[in-house]
């Protein structure tokens, strides 16, 4: 194998103090930014921290940091078949998504300079410099989902994002529950889960520099959620990273291969892994068998 016991070791670490100063200063400006805005004051709106750092799955060559700026007051809603937005006594919104954007564009470039600035096409991207690390801003309305629990509660709902891309596609998700499950899975796995995700994102990082994998397909999100799904007694079983890496790719391999992921849901569980996503299971079975080859596990896959 190419990569020793030591190596991975290193690589389940997070990020070192340094970088961590500098991801806590990217969040502290962005949310002064916000503060600060005149345009702002009178919304309601919840900044926090969403993706690999608030998932306390990032490594050490990996420190760039999301944000959701979220705003309440105004929101997206999933309503149970037959009902709409009177059964539950909301009114429609006062600001649309697109004024809602252009308003906290214009406090990022204030804050951070029109050069540092720039339009994504699923998140405002602010430049990295000595002070701070690189920070993707998601601009979303909060969703309240009473589709998924059947609920006619207008106080009982899933709490999730939306967000509409420059492309025009809505984007749904569901950041803090996939937090909340995160950590329950790294408990249940004496805090092996998330050191796992941490070992494979270096890998893929590795993969992608090297162009052995599809940056855009396999994705930083579908790496963590993959390891969601291998079973906890994979993660626990074995007493060094070398094995768990090896039994880990077997399982996921062949789990794709029998169809047995058809279920999979992401860290969420409110969206399928695999259902009307932007990769299918052969890229993921494909990434694996690469993953294989490059660990120098050899060629076999069970």
């Known amino acids: 194998m190419i990569f020793d016991e030591a190596k991975l070791k290193s690589w389940c670490l997070p990020p070192s103090s340094t970088e961590q100063e500098k991801i806590n ?3 502290n400006m962005i949310k002064s930014a916000i503060d600060g805005s005149q345009e702002l004051e009178d919304l309601d709106i919840e900044i926090f921290v969403q ?7 990032n490594g050490k060559a990996s420190s760039d940091v999301d944000v959701c700026i979220m705003l309440k007051s105004t929101f997206f809603t999933e309503y149970p078949a037959g009902l709409s937005r009177n059964d539950y006594g909301f009114v429609e919104g006062t600001i649309t998504y ?91 796995t004496n805090y092996g889960y998330k050191k796992l995700v941490r070992i494979f994102k270096r890998l893929r990082n ?33 007493s060094n990273w070398t094995t768990i890496l090896r039994q880990a790719i ?15 849901g992401e860290v969420s569980e409110h969206l399928y892994l695999f259902k009307a996503r932007k990769w299918t299971d052969e890229d993921a079975k494909f990434f694996l068998l690469n ?12």
């Open 25 to 27: 200063n990217a969040i």
């Open 51 to 57: 993706g690999s750092f608030a998932n306390n799955t």
């Open 98 to 188: 697109e004024d809602y954007k252009k308003l906290i564009l214009n406090a990022l470039i204030k804050k951070f300079g029109s050069s540092n600035v720039r339009v994504g096409n699923k998140s405002i991207k602010i430049k990295s410099n000595s002070y701070h690390v690189e920070a993707d801003a998601v601009v979303a309305f909060m969703l309240k989902n009473y589709y998924l629990i059947n609920s006619r509660n207008a106080d009982k709902y899933i709490e999730g994002i939306r967000f509409i891309s420059n492309s025009g596609i809505t984007v749904s998700n569901y950041p803090k529950d996939h937090i909340a499950n995160g950590i329950q899975k790294n408990n249940a």
């Open 206 to 238: 590795e993969m992608v520099d090297a162009g052995l994998a599809d940056g855009e397909k396999i994705t930083s999100f579908l790496i963590e959620c993959l390891v969601w799904n291998v079973p906890n007694n994979i993660i626990t079983g074995y």
């Open 250 to 264: 077997i399982y996921l391999y062949n789990a794709i291969n029998d169809n047995k992921h058809l279920e999979w």
């Open 291 to 302: 993953l294989w080859k490059y660990t120098g596990y050899g060629d076999e896959s069970n």
